[in-house]
């Protein structure tokens, strides 16, 4: 992965509802799996794992967001985006899209954990008002 952006952020009202996207670029081609995943980081606190997608499709959640938010991909232009509902004043955070590559049979232990990704975005910025 050569660079990911994200866009899609603003403000809303609690309640309401944003899609993120992510384009990522490659200009290489790898024969490992790849795990995509939006992450979230807000004022004074830690990034925390908000949602992974896996080359199956197959999906993971943070509890925070389960069943309020949705992560999918295309894959043909390669985009990741994430679509978020019911959203709280809580939610409210810079959203960074981030990926990584890994060998089919290592699967990542941690998926929602920072640490196992090695590319990240700049960021977008979500804010939700009560």
């Known amino acids: 992965v050569e660079e990911l952006v994200e866009s899609g952020g603003g403000s809303v009202q609690a309640g309401g509802s944003l899609r993120l996207s992510c384009t990522a670029t490659?200009?290489?081609?790898?024969?490992?799996?790849?795990?995509m995943a939006w992450f979230r980081q807000a004022p004074g606190k830690e990034r925390e794992g908000v949602a992974v997608?896996?080359?199956?499709?197959?999906?993971t959640y943070a509890d925070s967001v389960q069943g309020r938010f949705a992560i999918a991909k295309d894959s043909v232009e390669n985009i990741l985006y994430l679509q978020m509902n019911s959203l709280k004043p809580e939610d409210t955070a810079m959203y960074y899209c981030?990926?990584?590559?890994?060998?089919?049979?290592?699967?990542?232990?941690?998926?929602?954990?920072?640490?196992?990704?090695?590319?990240w975005g700049q960021g977008t910025q979500v804010t939700v008002s009560s």
């Open positions: 490659f200009t290489t081609y790898s024969r490992y799996s790849m795990l």
């Open positions: 997608i896996d080359s199956d499709g197959s999906t």
């Open positions: 981030a990926a990584t590559y890994y060998r089919p049979d290592l699967t990542p232990q941690r998926p929602l954990s920072p640490r196992t990704f090695g590319y």
